[in-house]
Structure formats: structure tokens, C-alpha cells
């Protein structure tokens, strides 16, 4: 089975982020992945022990889209993840890769009206790929 990281890297390089942690994770012991926040590398720690998990991509895209105050911008979402089996429609069971942000439940509250452009993008890019967009609020 072809990986997505054959097709995917990540779009930013790994960089100090101030504020919070910058690391670099190996996930398996097969690949190196980078992270932005604990919150990033607990959902990585979490997807060592999914079975279904095939591969994981950081930031694997930048999609273009109009903020809420009607100006272009980018956005990077945190990870593709591509699982061996996954249940991507209500009537179907279909491999589907997930493209993922993780983001505090406080701060999804706190900034939703900025956010959700971004978010809205998201959902549509993924659609047109074949894949489903989620987020994960983590607390």
C-alpha cells in the first residue's frame, strides 16, 4: 500500500515555537514527525498504539482561504493521517485519510469566529481529496 508520505511532506519546517514546545517525535522508531505543541505530541503518543494507523504527515498542505474580515490568507493544518481502515461515510466503509487540527477547547471557544474560515477551507479541500477533515479539542 502506497503512504502518504510518499506524497506528502510537511509544507513548514520545523522551527522553535515560542510559547510552547517545539519537538521532534519518533513515531515507531520508523520516522521522525514534528510538533508545535504537548498537545500535538500527546495525539502522536496516542497514534503509536491505533493499529489502523499507517503513516503520519505534520502540516502536510497550506490551503488558501479569506479570513473573517475578508482578506487572503494561508492555513496549515497539523496532520494527515492515513489509516489502514476507517469509517468515512454513514453507509460505507472506505479507506479515508483524516487531515487534523488539534487545537485547546478553550482557545476553539475563545477564537471561533477566526477560526472558522480556516476551518470551512479545510473541510472543502478535504472533500475534493477524498478525505475528512477533523478537529480534535483537547483540554
Same mark, same amino acid.
Not at 495525539?43 to 490551503?63: A, G, H, M, W, Y
Not at 475578508?70 to 479515508?96: K, R
Given at each position: 500500500?502506497?503512504?502518504?508520505?510518499?506524497?506528502?511532506?510537511?509544507?513548514?519546517?520545523?522551527?522553535?515555537?515560542?510559547?510552547?514546545? +517545539?519537538?521532534?517525535?519518533?513515531?515507531?522508531?520508523?520516522?521522525?514527525?514534528?510538533? #508545535? =505543541? %504537548?498537545?500535538?505530541? $500527546? !495525539? /502522536?503518543?496516542?497514534?503509536?498504539?491505533?493499529?489502523?494507523?499507517?503513516?503520519?504527515? +505534520?502540516?502536510?498542505?497550506?490551503?488558501?482561504?479569506?479570513?473573517?474580515?475578508?482578506? #487572503? =490568507? %494561508?492555513?496549515?493544518? $497539523? !496532520? /494527515?493521517?492515513?489509516?489502514?481502515?476507517?469509517?468515512?461515510?454513514?453507509?460505507?466503509?472506505?479507506?479515508?485519510?483524516?487531515?487534523?487540527?488539534?487545537?485547546?477547547?478553550?482557545?476553539?471557544?475563545?477564537?471561533?469566529?477566526?477560526?472558522?474560515?480556516?476551518?470551512?477551507?479545510?473541510?472543502?479541500?478535504?472533500?475534493?481529496?477524498?478525505?475528512?477533515?477533523?478537529?480534535?479539542?483537547?483540554?
Amino acid at each position: 500500500m502506497k503512504r502518504i508520505s510518499d506524497e506528502y511532506s510537511p509544507v513548514r519546517k520545523s522551527q522553535t515555537v515560542y510559547g510552547s514546545i +517545539s519537538v521532534n517525535y519518533a513515531f515507531r522508531g520508523e520516522k521522525t514527525i514534528w510538533c #508545535e =505543541s %504537548t498537545l500535538e505530541r $500527546d !495525539f /502522536l503518543i496516542k497514534q503509536e498504539f491505533n493499529s489502523n494507523v499507517i503513516d503520519i504527515v +505534520s502540516q502536510p498542505i497550506t490551503i488558501p482561504y479569506i479570513t473573517e474580515l475578508g482578506n #487572503e =490568507s %494561508t492555513y496549515t493544518p $497539523d !496532520f /494527515l493521517v492515513q489509516f489502514s481502515s476507517a469509517n468515512c461515510d454513514d453507509f460505507e466503509e472506505i479507506t479515508c485519510p483524516l487531515l487534523i487540527e488539534i487545537k485547546p477547547r478553550k482557545k476553539l471557544i475563545e477564537d471561533w469566529n477566526k477560526l472558522k474560515p480556516k476551518f470551512k477551507a479545510a473541510h472543502a479541500f478535504a472533500k475534493e481529496k477524498g478525505w475528512k477533515f477533523r478537529i480534535i479539542d483537547m483540554c
